[in-house]
């Protein structure tokens, strides 16, 4: 039997079998409907519109007659051979006759069924009598010519010495074989012959693909079978038929190619991805690399498994149960399951499903990918505790706890503000000093002091007296400075403790030793009382407290004993010998050692003091650990960049400073560039651009050695320092940068950098001046490097939009194929029409921006939402003006939806303002849209689309593009634009 493809051979039964035929397939529901007809059957059927593609039974007939067909062809899929039954309307009269025979596949599944259709029992007793009745030898021979002249295969004979007896009419004209120089190549004709001889000499048919050349000069490919047979006059010749299976083989390629592309995108996804059939819910069906790795998985396991070789059985229920919620309510479903990867750590994975729709309307599969936010779920939960931590010692501290900007102004207080100053908390946020009252002496040295620490960013402390709702009080206040990612003072954080017992503990032991020591001992700070050789008179209660020793033990030993740096004793016991009883306190912070081996950080306030005739040091000693780690975390902030991690620009040119020496030498720079952020951030939303930012950032330290210095320059610049690198060695690590960055994606978005080096190898200019001629390097590089680049980004946005609407690359051809003709018409020139091209393919890609939920809605949109698509050319506008490729055709995107009554969007252009282009592709994109429907829209035919543009021609359209496009438009059949 001669074999050809699926397609192939019904598009050659549907061609030349003149009789009424169709092919019915049914959804899973049980539903028939027809998947293709030819012309016949649409006249038989008298319907008199065409059959759409898939049109379900009850769309083509009424319902009783709907019915009936339902019926038969449910009986063909139970009757071994075929079913026959005849169809009757509404009034009883016979009208059909169906003839049914299913189809079945390699796995003898029923797939389809084949029908014929009879009008009458006459007619189709004629039709049998003709097919049991042998014809005579004249009818014979003209029903021969007649299938040899109409066969749209190739059909040829030849003899033992390859001389060609017969050749049908299409491989001639397709192949010229037949006369002296037919178009195939020496090669192939010798093919041929061996072929030839093969099938004379075993006696049998021989079944192959072939490569021959046609007239046109193509090359194409033939399924051929070969056999033997005996000729009229006794002779044994070879008979030859070919189907060209070239476009078939184009697509089983593209096809191909088309998979290898898309598993080559998901291996090259950093998130691991999975599908999930409806048949199984406790399975995968694919998975991307990053899911093996994460899951430590084979290479064939992680083509299809079942969820319970990787998930223990509390996650295996949680996870099969969300894919069942994903099946059952069709839409996306987000979840957070807690799983274990193959390196047995608890990992939290945020999960994303989104489900895939068959015809019919239900979840064919889901396309699953997480995230791990394991990390980032610890740090907002360890953010959170240092939020509430923060928040319970600044609310329930004793201190007053003030934090103000550059002007001044308070962004915090705590409670005590109010019970200090008689203040409502809420209302001292904002204001001044002054305008809450204070003491303008109090006010003018506090400004002073503010001032100092915002111009330095270096801490200050000071000592005031202030005016309280219970008289003069006296604080002893602490200013750290706050510091924004550049580096910079944003605000400075005070921290005030009331220090009055401490000042009339002073002036009690001047005056009475009795008052002195209950004073001391109500301190809630630890309290020393020691001579200027360090020995210990005295201390509080808290000091027993908080040093873990007795009071019998303290009074023994010396401060030196549990100071936690002993070698300055000599130091300290001079500075306690020349104080005076008038100098002010001595503030230092130092490290005190607990009777438990603990060391603490301490801040000392020491000063000399004169009581029953002798000199001695009062010491008032606070725990400053909180503080420490405040401060800490706040220089880590300092110094770092929040976003990335990296150093920030303050802390490199600090560095660079330290670095700038001779022994140093030689240094290296780059100066590194993030291209296309500010297409990113435009398209998809800052968010995007900064895990754009944190990708660059691993990148870099990925390529980096650990004694490399890297940090963020500022906005989509990075600088890193290479200490003790020549130019050589700094070329070998841009290479790595730029080897890494060519696999680099972050989703369908392509990673770029450009770099610039320079190297400091003898002394003379600072390293400043080498880091501009990086910069400089970088420019001129990114001068040649921004047009491809950008390109590339802009073609992941095209591809996403296609796989979030009707945006496809389908609809882009067709459109282009209306308004290239359009505009030849329109005398438009090869420059033009390569503009025009071009504006085809961009015009919706601003649509990026709009949510895929708006653009797939089939309800109408809400005011919001109708706000939402309308910004879509001004969005599209700014992504083509972002790319020097592009810019030239970023006002036909914008004004693509401009109408020639001025009644448009977005500027609301009339007649010749709008660019000539844009009003072009208005008209073809309406033609598509009406003829090819939305979700919203049903399509309507050839005829109704062209009726509608001449509707709203000089209203919508331009009234002489309009009278062109309904000329070109009636010229070429509607099936001319649907290829």
Not at 235 to 246: E, F, K, S
Not at 428 to 436: H, M, P, Q
Not at 517 to 525: D, N, V, Y
Not at 587 to 609: F, M, N, Q, T, Y
Request: with cysteine; glycine share 6%; charged share 30%.
């Amino acid at each position: 039997m001669f074999h050809m493809s699926p397609k192939v051979q019904l598009d050659s039964l549907f061609d030349v079998i003149p009789s009424p035929i169709f092919v019915v397939k049914w959804t899973r529901d049980g539903a028939f409907y027809f998947e293709r007809v030819n012309e016949s059957l649409q006249r038989e059927l008298g319907i008199g519109e065409k059959i759409a593609p898939r049109a379900m039974l009850r769309d083509v007939f009424e319902d009783s007659l709907a019915s009936r067909w339902q019926h038969a062809l449910e009986r063909a899929l139970q009757v071994e051979g075929g079913y026959e039954q005849e169809i009757r309307g509404k009034d009883d009269g016979l009208c059909w006759y169906l003839r049914l025979k299913p189809i079945c596949d390699d796995g003898r599944e029923f797939t389809a069924i084949l029908g014929s259709v009879v009008r009458k029992p006459s007619e189709q007793r004629l039709a049998e009598t003709c097919c049991t009745n042998p014809l005579d030898s004249s009818q014979e021979q003209s029903l021969l010519q007649s299938i040899l002249h109409h066969a749209p295969i190739g059909i040829w004979v030849v003899d033992e010495q390859q001389r060609p007896l017969l050749v049908n009419r299409h491989f001639y004209e397709k192949t010229g074989f037949g006369r002296e120089n037919p178009s195939l190549t020496p090669s192939e004709i010798a093919t041929c012959r061996s072929t030839d001889v093969r099938v004379l000499r075993e006696g049998r048919s021989l079944a192959f693909e072939e490569r021959i050349t046609y007239l046109d000069g193509n090359q194409h490919t033939l399924q051929t079978i070969k056999t033997p047979i005996e000729t009229f006059d006794g002779r044994v010749a070879v008979l030859g038929l070919g189907v060209d299976i070239t476009e078939k083989k184009a697509a089983e390629n593209v096809s191909a190619q088309l998979l290898r592309e898309q598993q080559l995108l998901l291996d090259n996804i950093d998130i691991p991805i999975w599908y999930v059939s409806h048949h199984d819910h406790d399975a995968y069906t694919r998975a991307n690399r990053a899911f093996s790795e994460f899951f430590g998985l084979g290479e064939q396991d992680a083509r299809d498994g079942a969820f319970a070789t990787i998930l223990a059985s509390q996650a295996l229920d949680t996870h099969v149960e969300h894919n069942r919620q994903a099946f059952a309510n069709g839409e996306n479903l987000r979840t957070e399951e807690w799983v274990t990867d193959y390196r047995s750590r608890r990992r939290l994975l945020s999960v994303d499903r989104n489900p895939i729709l068959d015809v019919a309307g239900r979840v064919e599969r889901l396309v699953c990918s997480a995230v791990d936010i394991t990390d980032q779920r610890r740090m907002e939960e360890r953010l959170r505790r240092r939020e509430a931590q923060f928040k319970a010692l600044a609310e329930n501290s004793p201190d007053l706890i003030t934090r103000v900007d550059r002007a001044f102004r308070r962004l915090y207080t705590n409670p005590q503000v109010e019970r200090v100053f008689a203040v409502d908390q809420d209302e001292a946020i904002g204001k001044t000093n002054r305008e809450l009252g204070v003491d303008a002496e109090i006010t003018a040295l506090w400004e002073e002091t503010l001032h100092q620490v915002f111009a330095t960013g270096e801490p200050r402390t000071r000592e005031w007296p202030v005016c309280s709702t219970d008289g003069t009080r006296y604080f002893h206040t602490r200013l750290v400075p706050e510091f924004d990612a550049r580096g910079e003072v944003e605000s400075v954080l005070s921290i005030s403790r009331d220090i009055t017992a401490f000042k009339e503990t002073q002036w009690a032991l001047r005056s009475s030793e009795e008052k002195y020591r209950a004073l001391i001992e109500q301190s809630g700070e630890m309290l020393f009382l020691h001579d200027t050789e360090g020995r210990i008179l005295e201390v509080n209660a808290a000091t027993i407290n908080q040093t873990g020793y007795t009071r019998e033990e303290l009074l023994n030993m010396e401060v030196f004993d549990i100071h936690a740096a002993p070698s300055r004793h000599q130091e300290m016991i001079g500075a306690w010998r020349s104080w005076s009883l008038n100098d002010p306190p001595l503030v230092l912070e130092s490290e005190h050692v607990h009777k438990s081996g603990a060391v603490v950080p301490v801040e000392v306030s020491s000063r000399k003091i004169s009581f029953g005739g002798g000199e001695y040091i009062m010491a008032l000693v606070r725990d400053i650990t909180e503080r420490k780690r405040v401060e800490e975390e706040i220089r880590y902030r300092s110094f770092h960049d929040s976003l990335t991690g990296l150093y920030n620009r303050h802390f490199l040119e600090e560095e660079m400073m330290w670095l700038d020496v001779d022994r140093q030498l030689p240094i290296s720079l780059m100066m590194v560039d993030l291209n296309g952020l500010k297409l990113v951030n435009d398209t998809y939303g800052h968010h995007r651009g900064d895990q754009m930012l944190q990708k660059t950032a691993e990148i870099l330290e990925d390529c980096c050695r650990a004694e490399d210095i890297i940090g963020r320059w500022g906005g989509d610049e990075f600088v890193v320092v290479l200490p003790d690198t020549g130019s050589e060695d700094a070329e070998r690590i841009h290479r790595r940068i730029r080897h890494a960055c060519e696999d680099a994606f972050l989703g369908p978005i392509p990673i770029s950098m450009t770099v610039g080096t320079a190297t400091k190898e003898s002394p003379g200019y600072g390293l400043l001046q080498y880091l501009t001629e990086a910069e400089n390097q970088m420019y001129r590089l990114k001068l040649g490097e921004s047009r491809s680049q950008k390109s590339a980004v802009i073609h992941a946005l095209l591809r996403t939009l296609s796989e979030k609407s009707y945006e496809t690359e389908t609809h882009t051809n067709r459109m282009k194929d209306i308004a290239l003709k359009i505009g030849r018409d329109a005398g438009l020139g090869q420059a033009e029409l390569r503009q025009l091209d071009l504006v085809v393919q961009l015009h919706d890609i601003g649509k990026i921006k709009v949510p895929e939920r708006i653009l797939m809605k089939t309800d109408p949109l809400s005011k919001e939402e109708w706000e939402i698509v309308r910004a879509h050319p001004e969005s599209g506008y700014r992504i083509a003006r972002s790319t020097e490729e592009f810019a030239h055709v970023a006002e036909e995107i914008l004004a693509h939806h401009e109408w020639w009554d001025g009644s448009g969007y977005p500027r609301g252009l009339r007649g010749d303002q709008i660019p000539l282009l844009a009003r072009i592709v208005a008209i073809a994109d309406a033609y598509e849209a009406m003829t090819k429907g939305r979700s919203y829209r049903a399509p309507v035919s050839h005829e109704e689309a062209i009726a509608e543009l001449v509707r709203h021609s000089g209203t919508q359209f331009d009234p002489a593009l309009t009278d062109i496009a309904v000329r070109v438009l009636q010229q070429e059949p509607a099936s001319r634009f649907e290829q």
